[in-house]
């Protein structure tokens, strides 16, 4: 129903094809960002039987970050006790 809306819009008016475009791909990149925290966010524990704390797990030099710009991982030291 809502397709047929946005073909028929578009067929009366082609210069809104554009900004389908762009509000189509703004709104399927948020939800692949959104699906991408949901999955490999240490904050988030899909599993509470086998792994409570997923943050304990995590080493200094896993990048879990989208964009780290002036960090380099790899050279970090652990400074925290094992729990």
């Known amino acids: 129903m809502v397709l047929g809306t946005i073909l028929t819009h578009a067929k ?3 210069a809104l094809i554009p900004l389908f475009v762009i ?3 703004g709104g399927v990149g ?5 699906m991408r925290l949901a999955m490999f966010n240490p ?3 899909w599993d509470k039987k086998n792994n409570p704390e997923p943050w304990n797990k995590m080493s200094p ?7 780290s710009i002036n960090m380099d991982y790899s050279r970090l030291k652990k400074d925290r006790p094992d729990f």
């Open 23 to 25: 509000i189509g791909s």
């Open 12 to 14: 009366k008016h082609p």
């Open 43 to 45: 904050d988030v524990s």
């Open 61 to 67: 030099s896993d990048q879990y970050k989208f964009v």
């Open 30 to 34: 948020a939800g692949l960002y959104l």
